[in-house]
């Protein structure tokens, strides 16, 4: 059973989804208060946080801001009721793995969530199967197990998306992805207009992976297509 940490004042919105993902078997933890939610956070004992930008507290982009500076790597789905750009941009780059604008259909709501579920079991398999698998470039080591990720020896902070992108592309120097394809794989799911998810998180992991991110040396952007990793290292 999947333990989910939901982070939402709004008593409506959190009754409608504790139900549905009690649907989907998760056992569901819920904080109406930004500061009590970080601190349930902050034990890193869930598979899933989804998190409301606006609330008392601690607003949503802090808590998320705070759990990744103490190193918590789980999955976050922000939920905010702005439809802005810049709103879910700040989002992305606080680490948040995906968002959610209010209001949201069910439907998208249980297909999000089941997709990111789903990966991240596929994901806790597959390190099963593969326990010493590693993925050495250049400077850069990669261990699929333990999740860990080193650049010249020392080790990159990276968020569970941004893990999932970067072994996706490092397992494979030269393919390269469209935003599409980067999003059915590593998030699950196909929606138009979220490829700027996809944009978001690839400038993240290149300002974390790249000697200079301006002139990209791992990641690589094949123009008019999508990414791909440097097959010439």
Request: charged share 30%; with cysteine.
């Amino acid at each position: 059973m999947d333990k989910v940490l939901l982070i939402e004042d709004d008593p409506h919105i959190g009754e409608l989804v504790s139900i549905h993902l009690k649907d989907l078997n998760c056992e569901v933890d819920i904080s109406t208060d930004g500061r009590e939610g970080y601190e349930k956070a902050s034990t890193g004992n869930y598979s899933l946080i989804i998190l409301d930008l606006m609330l008392p507290g601690m607003d949503g982009l802090e808590v998320c801001r705070q759990l990744r500076a103490d190193k918590i790597r789980t999955h976050i789905l922000m939920l905010t009721a702005k439809s802005e750009e810049i709103d879910k941009v700040l989002g992305l780059e606080t680490g948040a793995d995906d968002y959610l604008t209010k209001p949201f259909s069910v439907r998208e709501f249980i297909a999000r969530v089941k997709a990111i579920l789903r990966r991240l079991n596929a994901l806790s398999n597959d390190e099963e199967k593969n326990q010493s698998e590693r993925i050495s470039i250049d400077e850069l080591n990669i261990d699929l197990i333990k999740r860990k990720v080193l650049l010249k020896g020392d080790r990159l902070e990276l968020t569970p998306k941004e893990f999932d992108l970067l072994v996706l592309l490092a397992q494979k120097p030269g393919r390269v992805y469209s935003r599409t394809d980067l999003l059915n794989t590593v998030w699950g799911y196909n929606f138009n207009g979220y490829e700027h998810t996809v944009n978001s998180h690839i400038n993240r992991l290149r300002s974390k992976i790249e000697p200079d991110i301006n002139h990209p040396k791992y990641i690589l952007t094949s123009w008019g297509v999508g990414y791909k990793f440097n097959d010439e290292l």
